[in-house]
């Protein structure tokens, strides 16, 4: 989608919202106990009262109204029987519409205590996602959102999931630019331009590089095993900083 007017942006904004706070609050629900569906129907239910719709459930016939994907599990994660439990790693990523504007995001959060280098994986996960939104400006590369992200995992002695990648948003949940690398590319001469949505969502793992689907068809997981973090947005291009719609309210 190409953002052309103030209506547009409102309504982005709007979706944006609600899937923010849905995910902040599906994630201050967590307790130890706590099956991934019911996790998820709270989020079902948050979606429901603003009138909002899961987007990979209307889109892709997804088995839950959000993705919850728990430790090994790196994304698409069904919800379903899995309690979680002290230490566990949950990634949940909420997309809606609402109103015909579509939204995403996405955090991987700890339950509890967990060992300081998946503590330290998760606030560079979110470094890196925020790398990434940092390169996002009319008439930059896209290429170039991989590229830094690249350099700041190759830094700190990381790797990236080469095979789950940003994408284009805002009247579909996948659409222009379909695949946006978040890894270092080279080849892609494509460019951004004022107006264009995108997520921006890193994988970002120690040791981690490519995402294999599970025998549900749907979960996917890291090869070689390793732990994997993600941190996404949605952003709007602009001439300067980019407009991060997916910021929940009480910020």
């Not at 590369?141 to 830094?155: D, E, K, V, Y």
């Not at 080469?162 to 001469?189: C, I, M, Q, Y």
Request: proline share 6%.
């Amino acid at each position: 989608m190409t953002i052309t007017n103030q209506d547009e942006l409102d309504g982005l904004k709007d979706i944006g919202r609600v899937v923010a706070n849905t995910m902040h609050a599906m994630s201050k629900a967590m307790e130890p106990g706590m099956t991934t569906r019911e996790l998820d129907e709270i989020g079902r239910e948050l979606l429901y009262r603003e009138g909002a719709v899961s987007a990979p459930e209307a889109t892709y016939d997804f088995p839950g109204a959000t993705c919850i994907s728990v430790n090994e599990e790196i994304a698409h994660g069904i919800p379903g029987d899995r309690s979680l439990k002290e230490g566990d790693m949950v990634n949940i990523d909420v997309s809606a519409s609402k109103n015909d504007y579509f939204a995403d995001t996405g955090a991987t959060f700890r339950m509890g205590h967990t060992s300081p280098s998946l503590d330290r994986l998760c606030r560079d996960g979110k470094r890196a996602m925020q790398i990434g939104i940092a390169q996002v400006s009319h008439n930059k590369p896209l290429a170039g959102i991989g590229n830094a992200i690249g350099r700041f995992a190759s830094s700190r002695g990381y790797t990236l999931i080469r095979n789950l990648a940003s994408h284009g948003v805002g009247r579909a949940l996948h659409e222009f630019p379909e695949e946006v690398a978040t890894w270092p590319t080279r080849g892609d001469k494509r460019r951004m331009h004022k107006g264009m949505v995108l997520t921006v969502e890193p994988f970002l793992s120690r040791g981690g590089i490519w995402a294999a689907a599970g025998e549900d068809e749907w979960t996917l997981y890291s090869e070689p095993p390793a732990p994997v973090v993600q941190y996404e947005h949605t952003v709007v291009v602009t001439d300067r900083r980019p407009i991060i719609v997916t910021l929940p309210s009480q910020l």
